[in-house]
């Protein structure tokens, strides 16, 4: 079993218990160890095979990981097996329809004698569900929408799952193979596609049959799809595929260049090496007349030969970036580097899973100068979202912690919810108190585009609301988005002097690159987050930065990459003079 489909137990698992009306307190340690799961660096097969405590995963106890021993060694659960039990069989394909979780679900099953998919969608035909209270026909119309979605789900992997299984797989084959000189990941992967159909991987090494007869002896790997002298491809548990390819150092560029893509990109490529008398493929260039080949052991080098402009693999989309390149008119994109602040941060204060100490001493630790601590307001019940109590005596905690740590600036902060109604979740009054106030949708996600465009401007027009978080809610290849006019949303961003968040966390990538690009045109203020509900979670801004690059963002266009004296001066401006401190800044 390997990790996705652990973490899916325990998942199942918090929604079984919440049916069930378990305490919240035991539901969250289920949903916490999910997530946990779900993010580990190593597969959990393999520390319960080398016999490794899990108890010192945080967020892991006793408890689980006694059942994910028992998960690991037999396959089963006999706790999950008995719980099922209680409830009629299809219950658990129900509550992972996007939109009902388990409270709806109950009531579907309680009230309406729904608990199959197919009885959910006869009961939207016929209006059963509609005429529910509290329901009503929106929410069913969203419900056929999300289940259409999920009938048409492709087979491609989310990017949240498949990079952190390249990279596993980068590791495994360095320890084991000492002639390993370059490998890397290539492909959709390293352009940052949202989903994956398949992870490429490129290697140089002095001895290419100890690395490929590597792959296919991984412990991971359960059928072996070819194995030859430059190339090996492999399939994971659940069709995941491997493709290798093993070269010399001196067609390296070219290789990795030729397997980046995506097609359309590498076909205005060829067609413009054509042009120049020259034919491109994954050993080089040749010359069409005497059939010299020229060799190329970086891509840089060859873009430059055929008089192109450098294009970073997230622009390689077959789009715009050739003719860019040609007339040199890519920009300086932003990177890693640029960011200077993390402004969309969770602790265990809510549903995070690390106390608020150990989220600033990470933070130092990655040279941010400046922190926003915003746990989840009060609406958020079941991610113990603080009432405004709890919010003071935050505050006091963070501004104490500010105190001790001269080396960040730490920012009181909130992820309050905007309401179905488009009202707020606290008062101005305590808005007021708050250095950085991140707002959100997260309900009554299925409403119709003019309702959702209106609760969420409504929202901006707050003077306190200094951005919006995670715009469409989406979770890749498991939620759809919200219908909204997006269009109207930013002009309203840039009207009221709000930003718009690029949320970093590899399951939303939200705002999405087309967005962000349409974002950019605009002129609206973009922030690029992680929302780390861990530590290790601050290194997710490497996705936000991708998704930016996509956008064609330069450091700019993003305000966190102010330095801490400018942004201060941009958060001391009120809302609708801020516009004018960003540009000048940037
Ligand atoms: P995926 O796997 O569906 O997410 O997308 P990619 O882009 O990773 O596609 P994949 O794995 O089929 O191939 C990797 C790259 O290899 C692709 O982006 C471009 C290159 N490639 C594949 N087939 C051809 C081809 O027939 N001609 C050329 N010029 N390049 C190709
Ligand atoms: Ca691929
Ligand atoms: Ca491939
Ligand atoms: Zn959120």
């Not at 219950?91 to 309406?112: N, S």
């Not at 893509?261 to 005497?290: C, F, K, M, P, W």
């Not at 059939?291 to 055929?306: I, N, Q, T, V």
Request: charged share 30%; hydrophobic share 40%; glycine share 6%.
């Amino acid at each position: 079993m390997n990790n996705g489909q652990i973490a899916e137990v325990f998942e199942n698992i918090a929604g079984l218990l919440e049916m069930q009306g378990e305490k919240v307190f035991t539901i969250r340690a289920y949903q916490r160890a999910a997530r946990t799961i779900e993010r580990l660096p190593s597969e959990l097969e393999d520390m319960v095979r080398e016999e490794k405590d899990l108890k010192e995963i945080p967020g892991i106890g006793k408890a689980i990981s006694e059942k994910i021993a028992e998960l690991v060694n037999t396959n089963e659960l006999a706790y999950y097996d008995r719980l099922k039990a209680e409830f009629p069989e299809g219950i658990l394909d129900l509550m992972q329809i996007p939109g009902l979780g388990p409270k709806t679900t109950r009531r579907l099953w309680k009230e309406l004698d729904v608990t199959s998919v197919e009885s959910l969608e006869e009961s939207i035909k016929d209006g059963r569900l509609a005429s529910l209270p509290r329901l009503g026909k929106k929410t069913a119309e969203n419900i056929a929408r999300q289940i259409s979605f999920a009938r048409t789900k492709s087979q491609r992997m989310p990017i949240a799952r498949a990079m952190p299984i390249a990279t596993r797989i980068i590791e495994a084959l360095r320890s084991r193979c000492p002639g390993i000189q370059q490998i890397q990941y290539a492909g959709s992967l390293r352009r940052y596609e949202e989903t994956i159909g398949d992870i490429d991987l490129v290697c140089t090494s002095g001895s290419p049959q100890e690395v490929l007869d590597a792959l296919v002896a991984l412990p991971n790997v359960v059928d072996v799809l070819g194995h030859g002298d430059t190339k090996a491809s492999v399939y994971l548990s659940d069709r995941i595929q491997i493709d290798l390819r093993v070269v010399d150092d001196r067609h390296y560029g070219s290789l990795m260049q030729y397997f980046t893509g995506n097609l359309q990109h590498n076909i205005q490529l060829r067609d413009h090496a054509n042009s120049l008398g020259l034919s491109l493929n994954e050993y080089g260039l040749t010359h069409v007349d005497d059939g010299k080949l020229e060799e190329f052991a970086d891509e840089e080098s060859l873009y430059e030969r055929l008089g192109l402009q450098y294009v970073p693999p997230e622009l390689r989309t077959g789009v715009w970036e050739i003719p860019a390149a040609l007339e040199h008119r890519i920009p300086g994109l932003v990177e890693i580097a640029d960011i200077k602040g993390d402004l969309h941060d969770h602790t265990d204060w809510s549903d995070g899973r690390d106390p608020m100490e150990v989220m600033v001493a990470a933070a130092i630790d990655r040279g941010l100068q400046y922190l926003a601590i915003t746990d989840h307001s009060v609406g958020r019940g079941i991610a113990n979202g603080l009432s405004i109590e709890r919010l003071s005596e935050h505050m006091k905690m963070v501004r104490d912690l500010d105190d001790r740590n001269p080396g960040i600036r730490l920012l009181c902060g909130t992820e309050m919810d905007i309401r179905a109604d488009g009202t707020l979740d606290y008062p101005d009054s305590v808005l007021q108190e708050l250095d950085w106030v991140v707002a959100s949708v997260h309900s009554a996600m299925g409403q119709d585009r003019q309702t959702m465009t209106e609760r969420i401007i409504a929202a901006m027009r707050n003077p306190y609301v200094d951005v919006v978080g995670h715009l469409t809610t989406r979770l890749i290849g498991e939620r759809q988005p919200i219908e909204a006019d997006f269009d109207a949303i930013f002009k309203a961003a840039l009207e009221t002097g709000t930003a718009m968040e690029i949320n970093a966390s590899p399951e939303r990538l939200d705002l999405k690159d087309s967005h962000i690009a349409r974002a950019r045109e605009i002129g609206v203020p973009l922030v690029i987050n992680t929302d780390a509900h861990t530590e290790e979670s601050l290194d997710n801004v490497h996705y936000g930065i991708a998704m930016a690059r996509r956008g064609w963002c330069e450091p700019h266009h993003i305000v966190n990459t102010l330095e801490l004296p400018e942004f201060l001066e941009f958060l001391d401006t009120p809302k609708s003079e801020r516009m004018k401190v960003f540009l000048r800044h940037a």
